[in-house]
C-alpha cells in the first residue's frame, strides 16, 4: 500500500523565496500607504502622483507599481483610514450605554477623525476626477473608495443602533421604521461635518465638542427645540394630499404621481 503522506511531493525550494517576497511586498506596500497619508497631510489632497513619491523619497514608477493608479492609492488609504475608524466606531458603540450616548460618540468619532487631517480625510472621500459625474442617491457616480467608506459606515452605525434598540426591549416594527435612518444620518453628518470643516475659523465657528452636541441633538429630536412656541405638524391625514386636492378640484391626480 503506498503512504499517501510520504508520497506527498516536498515543498518546492522557492517556496520559501517566495513567501518571503511576499511579506516584504506587503511590508513595502504598508509603508508606502504610510508615506502617502502623511504626504497628503502636508500638501493636500491634490497632490500628484509624483508629489507624493517625491515626499515619499521613492519614485512615482514605484507607487504605479503596487497600486495601479492614483485610484488604487487612493482605496488603499482609505481602507487603512476605513479599518482606523471602524475600531473608533466599535469601541464607542460597545462603551455606550444608551443609544443617545452611542449617537454621540459616533458623531465625535467620525468629526474627530476628520478633524485631525481634513486632508486625508479630503483625499479618501472625494470623488476620483474632476469629471466625474455627481453621486446619485445609490452612489453612482462616486469612487469605490468613497462609496465603500461611507456605506461600511452606515452598516456599523445600523448595527449600533439596533442593538442599542433590542436591549432597550425595542420591537421588530421599531427596527423596521429605523431602515432608513443610518443612510439619513450619514448624509446629514457627513454635509455638516464637511461644511463645518471647510469653514473659516473664528468667533462663529462651533468647536468640534458643540458641532458634536448639536448633530446628536437634530438626529435624535431634530430641530423642534429650535422652535418651541410653535406646534409640531401632524402627519398627513388619509383624506388629504395632492390626489385628495386633485379629486377636489374635478380632476384627477397628475400622471407623474400615478
Same mark, same amino acid.
Given at each position: 500500500?503506498?503512504?499517501?503522506?510520504?508520497? /506527498?511531493?516536498?515543498?518546492?525550494?522557492?517556496? &520559501?523565496?517566495?513567501?518571503?517576497?511576499?511579506?516584504?511586498?506587503?511590508?513595502?506596500?504598508?509603508?508606502? =500607504?504610510? $508615506? $502617502?497619508?502623511?504626504?497628503?497631510?502636508?500638501?493636500?489632497?491634490?497632490?500628484?502622483?509624483?508629489?507624493?513619491? %517625491?515626499?515619499?523619497? %521613492?519614485?512615482?514608477?514605484?507607487?504605479?507599481?503596487?497600486?495601479?493608479?492614483?485610484?488604487? +492609492?487612493?482605496?488603499?488609504?482609505?481602507?487603512?483610514? +476605513?479599518?482606523?475608524?471602524?475600531?473608533?466606531l466599535?469601541?464607542? /458603540?460597545?462603551?455606550?450605554?444608551?443609544?443617545?450616548e &452611542?449617537?454621540?460618540?459616533?458623531?465625535?468619532?467620525?468629526?474627530?477623525? /476628520?478633524?485631525?487631517?481634513?486632508?486625508?480625510?479630503?483625499?479618501?472621500?472625494?470623488?476620483?476626477? $474632476?469629471?466625474?459625474?455627481?453621486?446619485? @442617491?445609490?452612489?453612482?457616480?462616486?469612487?469605490?473608495?468613497?462609496?465603500?467608506?461611507?456605506?461600511?459606515?452606515?452598516?456599523?452605525?445600523?448595527?449600533? =443602533?439596533?442593538?442599542?434598540?433590542?436591549? $432597550?426591549g425595542?420591537?421588530?416594527?421599531?427596527?423596521?421604521?429605523?431602515?432608513? #435612518? @443610518?443612510?439619513?444620518?450619514?448624509?446629514?453628518?457627513?454635509?455638516a461635518?464637511?461644511? #463645518?470643516? &471647510?469653514? %473659516?475659523?473664528?468667533?462663529?465657528?462651533? %468647536?468640534?465638542?458643540?458641532?458634536?452636541d448639536?448633530?446628536?441633538? #437634530?438626529?435624535?429630536?431634530? =430641530?423642534?427645540?429650535?422652535?418651541?412656541?410653535?406646534?409640531v @405638524? /401632524?402627519?398627513?391625514s388619509?383624506?388629504?394630499?395632492?390626489?385628495?386636492?386633485?379629486?377636489?378640484?374635478?380632476?384627477? @391626480?397628475?400622471?407623474?404621481?400615478?
Amino acid at each position: 500500500m503506498v503512504n499517501n503522506a510520504s508520497a /506527498a511531493p516536498p515543498p518546492a525550494a522557492g517556496d &520559501g523565496r517566495s513567501a518571503r517576497w511576499d511579506r516584504h511586498r506587503a511590508d513595502r506596500r504598508r509603508e508606502l =500607504i504610510r $508615506a $502617502a497619508r502623511q504626504a497628503v497631510h502636508l500638501l493636500g489632497p491634490g497632490a500628484s502622483m509624483e508629489d507624493i513619491a %517625491t515626499a515619499a523619497g %521613492t519614485s512615482k514608477p514605484v507607487f504605479y507599481r503596487y497600486f495601479g493608479d492614483k485610484a488604487g +492609492l487612493q482605496r488603499a488609504v482609505g481602507e487603512v483610514v +476605513l479599518g482606523r475608524m471602524q475600531v473608533r466606531l466599535q469601541e464607542a /458603540a460597545h462603551a455606550a450605554r444608551t443609544p443617545l450616548e &452611542g449617537l454621540r460618540a459616533m458623531v465625535g468619532a467620525y468629526l474627530q477623525m /476628520a478633524e485631525a487631517s481634513p486632508n486625508v480625510y479630503a483625499f479618501v472621500t472625494r470623488t476620483g476626477s $474632476a469629471d466625474t459625474a455627481p453621486a446619485g @442617491p445609490d452612489g453612482t457616480g462616486e469612487s469605490d473608495a468613497l462609496s465603500h467608506f461611507f456605506t461600511t459606515i452606515t452598516r456599523m452605525m445600523e448595527n449600533a =443602533i439596533h442593538a442599542q434598540l433590542r436591549a $432597550a426591549g425595542g420591537t421588530a416594527a421599531d427596527l423596521r421604521a429605523l431602515h432608513y #435612518w @443610518p443612510p439619513a444620518a450619514i448624509g446629514m453628518v457627513r454635509a455638516a461635518g464637511e461644511l #463645518w470643516l &471647510g469653514s %473659516t475659523d473664528g468667533p462663529g465657528k462651533p %468647536t468640534r465638542e458643540e458641532m458634536t452636541d448639536q448633530l446628536t441633538r #437634530w438626529l435624535f429630536t431634530g =430641530i423642534a427645540e429650535l422652535f418651541p412656541r410653535l406646534p409640531v @405638524p /401632524a402627519g398627513p391625514s388619509p383624506a388629504s394630499g395632492p390626489a385628495q386636492e386633485s379629486r377636489q378640484a374635478g380632476g384627477l @391626480p397628475s400622471k407623474e404621481f400615478q
